[in-house]
């Protein structure tokens, strides 16, 4: 029987980016294997559900100078000394290219790598470009297909790969649409308590600094000192290190009526189901799943002038896209769609007849060519 390897560090990007091209490969009767630092507690339904997922815990780190990552690489090439895989997909920054590095020491057939977002973009820092860059140049010359989600990214990956052909852009991860458009959903309002004429803006994002939550909660504070008798919620949707520092900003300025800290949330579409806009104010993305989802939801967004977003919100079409740090700006978008109910209408149709290209069935059509390409070969 063929066999297929899903690398990725964290196991929680296999689980919310990756299931359905598991199950591409299982339904084509290959053996599917994962590596990833497993959270079984976190995941246990699901990988007893999925009994033909052969799971391997790699004791990644995020960091690539954790101490970790030679027992990381280790674990990877005993992994692949015991296999001969068809073909291996690597994924996140740390599992890409230990994962490549493993493949090409133990002499693998195929080797594809998903950028997810590179570390190195326009107006990252000179310390990124140094590290990852030349980290991402190295490594291409043990890839086989380059592939990105969005217009920088493929610019940049152009420039890795010796051959051009094998570089490629698909429309992100996909969204099931139909899941996103289910009439079936949690009442969130009344969960959390939140009235019919309140304006909801959600916030799905892990709590790390890429994130740049304080970007949205000083623009809150802003349009509450503007305009006190705004009835609005926003609800934080995610988890992460940064949640008891946020929890302190938002004690401090006086928001804990006004911004709801859900924690982590598996039913992150009755979340948006229960908003009238999305925010994502994060410094830099690939191709934002959480944005995708929400134009399935018909929502306007509000989003950051950087890459992956501006991919994806077309500015004063289907959202308002603000620079980056300018919480002036944000809390003119909040103010604009909160008063404009045409408007929102407008950016809500736009959303979704726009998100249509991103749906997991084309990407699923997308990547299947490029899984052909190189299984035929």
Not at 58 to 72: G, M, N, Q, V
Not at 346 to 368: A, G, P, R
């Amino acid at each position: 029987m063929k066999k297929v390897l899903f690398v990725a560090a964290p196991q929680s990007h296999i689980m919310n980016f990756h299931l359905p091209f598991l199950k591409y490969f299982h339904d084509k009767n290959y053996e599917v294997f994962v590596a990833t630092k497993l959270d079984r507690e976190k995941y246990k339904k699901e990988m007893q559900r999925d009994t033909w997922v052969k799971w391997n815990d790699i004791d990644f780190s995020r960091s690539p100078f954790s101490s970790k990552s030679l027992k990381a690489y280790k674990q990877l090439k005993e992994l692949m000394k015991e296999h001969q895989f068809d073909l291996i997909h690597v994924h996140t920054p740390m599992g890409g290219f230990l994962g490549r590095l493993a493949a090409k020491n133990t002499k693998q057939k195929v080797v594809l790598y998903t950028a997810h977002g590179f570390h190195f973009f326009q107006g990252a820092s000179k310390v990124n470009w140094a590290l990852y860059y030349n980290a991402e140049k190295l490594a291409a010359k043990w890839t086989d297909g380059l592939i990105t989600m969005n217009e920088e990214d493929y610019s940049n990956a152009l420039k890795l790969m010796k051959n051009r052909d094998n570089v490629f852009k698909v429309n992100g991860v996909g969204v099931d649409l139909s899941k996103s458009c289910a009439e079936q959903y949690n009442d969130v309002r009344a969960e959390l308590g939140i009235g019919k004429d309140d304006f909801v803006i959600s916030v799905v994002a892990e709590f790390i600094p890429r994130k740049n939550h304080i970007q949205i909660i000083d623009a809150i504070d802003l349009v509450k000192k503007r305009n006190p008798n705004y009835k609005i919620k926003v609800l934080m949707a995610g988890d992460g290190d940064l949640i008891p520092q946020i929890k302190d900003i938002i004690s401090t300025k006086e928001l804990k009526d006004d911004i709801l800290l859900l924690g982590f949330r598996k039913d992150v579409i009755s979340v948006l189901k229960a908003s009238d806009a999305l925010a994502l104010t994060s410094k830099q993305e690939g191709l934002p799943k959480n944005v995708m989802e929400a134009m399935a939801c018909k929502l306007p967004i509000i989003t950051t002038d950087v890459r992956g977003n501006r991919d994806l919100v077309d500015n004063m079409k289907n959202g308002i896209v603000v620079p980056l740090y300018d919480v002036e700006a944000t809390a003119n978008a909040i103010e604009k769609l909160y008063n404009n109910d045409k408007l929102r209408k407008e950016f809500s149709k736009c959303s979704y007849e726009k998100v249509q290209n991103y749906s997991i069935d084309n990407v699923l059509i997308e990547m299947d060519k490029i899984y052909t390409k190189f299984l035929e070969v």
